[in-house]
């Protein structure tokens, strides 16, 4: 069993920067996948960004590419969400994700992922 919390959310200007951690209790094996999803008011849960836990490789939405960076820290069984030149739109709770098997075609999928984090606020302002 794994237990996500997230932390790291809150107010921002537009154009700053926030960093988003999420700490896992619990063994993290070289198969898992960790994701960040994000939920705006109204809106369904979509895919922000994912790392590989084996080789630390990453995947992004599109709308994300050059702004944030998805990281793991092995040793602290933490993964991070580094959100540059943050939009009003980026406006969201931001979940933190595992799947203990990574699939190619499903990553991107919230129903690809067993456990979820509480989520964090991220609120960027005009």
């Known amino acids: 069993q794994v237990q996500l919390v997230e932390s790291g959310g809150g107010l921002v200007q537009a154009g700053g920067s926030l960093r988003l951690s999420c700490a896992a209790s619990?063994?993290?094996?070289?198969?898992?996948?960790m994701a960040w999803f994000r939920q705006a008011p109204g809106k369904e849960r979509e895919f922000v960004a994912a790392?590989?836990?084996?080789?630390?490789?990453?995947y992004y939405a599109d709308f994300v590419k050059g702004r944030f960076t998805i990281s793991r820290d092995n040793a602290k069984n933490t993964v991070y969400l580094q959100m540059n030149s943050l939009k009003p739109e980026d406006t969201a709770v931001y979940y933190c994700a595992a799947s203990r098997f990574w699939e190619p075609s499903r990553y991107y999928y919230a129903s690809f992922y067993s456990y979820w984090g509480q989520g964090t606020q991220v609120t960027v302002s005009s």
């Open positions: 790392v590989r836990w084996s080789d630390e490789r990453t």
């Open positions: 619990g063994r993290i094996f070289s198969s898992y996948v």
